[in-house]
Nanobody
Framework: QMQLVESGGGSVQAGGSLRLSCEAS????????VGWLRQAPGKEREFVAA????????YYANSVGGRFTISRNNAKNTVYLQMNSLKPEDTAVYYC??????????????????WGQGTQVTVSP
């Protein structure tokens, strides 16, 4: 089973930037699409962004489009989430998760099968 470890979270002021990383354990990492999701206090977990197996296709939630960029380096078994123009409403625990092997772009909660432990992002006004 895929093991995923997130890093790069922290505290930043509104308008600032952070880059999250997610490192995977499997050598077959390039067979899996990957996404980022987040959960704010008192709210349900929500989809943020996803990237296809080879990185050629991406998909974003409306709330982050134009501000966040998802990318991957399969040689390093790593997916990134570059977050710019951060807002206080972006405050959440961010999770990396993989879709089913060989599948396309996971976008719904049911499309994700392996999850990381999460990393906290806090944006102050």
């Amino acid at each position: 089973q895929m093991q995923l470890v997130e890093s790069g979270g922290g505290s930043v002021q509104a308008g600032g930037s952070l880059r999250l990383s997610c490192e995977a354990s499997l050598r077959t990492f390039s067979d899996y699409p990957v996404g980022w999701l987040r959960q704010a206090p008192g709210k349900e977990r929500e989809f943020v962004a996803a990237i296809s197996k080879d990185g050629s296709n991406t998909y974003y939630a409306n709330s982050v489009g134009g501000r966040f960029t998802i990318s991957r380096n399969n040689a390093k078994n790593t997916v990134y989430l570059q977050m710019n123009s951060l807002k206080p409403e972006d405050t959440a625990v961010y999770y990396c998760a993989s879709g089913r092997r060989y599948s396309y772009l996971p976008t719904g909660m049911g499309d994700f099968y392996s999850w990381g432990q999460g990393t906290q992002v806090t944006v102050s006004p």
